[in-house]
């Protein structure tokens, strides 16, 4: 089935032009797929954050296909020649020092006027620092949210902080070395203490996950210089964590009267209820009949 895929995806491109957005290794260079090496062999350019960076890791794998820069200083002008280039028939592979393009990288305006434009867009998938450190964080997965890198300074810096004060679901942050102190500090400034883990220099030699609280990490790191790339992966307040409790039968019996009086049949009403709240159909329906009886006997 997954080769029916990649074929159909091929051949949907084949003889017009297409950008491919290349996952690549974040650290280890084995973390590529083979899909991603075949793309890179076989279009006709690459478009690359840094040129000297990805120049390594084609030599790793004996690609000789050009290269091309396309950063943040000159996504306007590289972007319009990219987009040429496309419309022209080209196949051409957008690539990141590290990660999937578009995620804390450039990417996004690309896409924006590919789509605009009619052209063809094809992700090819891979390894992702946040992704990878959420998974190994021991914190929840079922829910999160993304932030990336924070703004610096000033009024949106503070306005995203507020706004994750309230956040119920894990959150994600990528931060620079030398700016880890100075955003632990922020964090526990508006967030107050958290349960997190930094990861640091996921896949590569000196890779490492540290549990803690803010206050822990701020006291680690105060004496330690922070060295590496670090993915914050920070507990939801737990104070404001919806807390799942067993449904109670009382519960069950006023959903019952609730569809009842949005015109459902009883008994469906009824089945559906036991159902959805994990109750013996004969229970609610006892509970109803003894509810009825004692509201019957107060009006008599």
Not at 15 to 28: E, F, K, Q, R, W
Request: charged share 30%; net charge negative.
């Amino acid at each position: 089935m997954l080769a029916l895929t990649y074929k159909k995806v091929e051949k949907l491109t084949e003889g017009s032009g297409c950008l491919y957005l290349v996952a690549t290794p974040i650290g280890n260079l084995e973390d590529i797929t083979f899909r991603a090496i075949k793309v890179l062999q076989e279009v006709d350019l690459i478009a690359a954050e840094d040129t000297r960076h990805t120049r390594k890791l084609l030599s790793h794998y004996d690609i000789h296909t050009p290269l091309t820069s396309y950063h943040k200083y000159n996504e306007l002008s590289k972007g319009e020649e990219l987009l040429a280039k496309i419309g022209q028939g080209l196949k051409v592979a957008l690539v990141s020092d590290a990660g999937m393009p578009g995620i804390s990288d450039p990417g996004y305006e690309l896409v924006v006027k590919a789509r605009e434009m009619g052209l063809s867009v094809v992700p090819i998938p891979g390894a992702t620092a946040a992704l990878s450190a959420l998974v190994v964080s021991g914190l929840p997965t079922s829910r999160f949210v993304f932030e990336g890198f924070l703004p610096r300074k000033g009024k949106e810096r503070k306005a995203i902080l507020e706004e994750l004060k309230n956040e119920k679901r894990t959150v994600i942050i990528y931060e620079a070395p030398h700016r880890l102190v100075n955003t632990l500090e922020d964090l526990h400034q508006i967030l107050g203490d958290r349960k997190l883990v930094l990861a640091r220099e996921i896949t590569k030699k000196y890779e490492e996950f540290i549990q803690g609280t803010i206050t822990s990490m701020l006291e680690h790191y105060k004496n330690a210089e922070p060295k590496g790339e670090f993915t914050i992966v920070l507990a939801p307040d737990e104070s404001k964590t919806d807390i799942s409790e067993e449904p109670t039968l009382e519960q069950a019996i006023e959903e019952v009267w609730h569809l009842v009086e949005a015109g459902t049949d009883r008994k469906i009403a009824i089945k559906e209820v036991a159902k959805n709240f994990g109750f013996p159909k004969r229970e609610v329906y006892n509970a109803m009949l003894k509810v009825k009886t004692e509201v019957e006997g107060k009006k008599g």
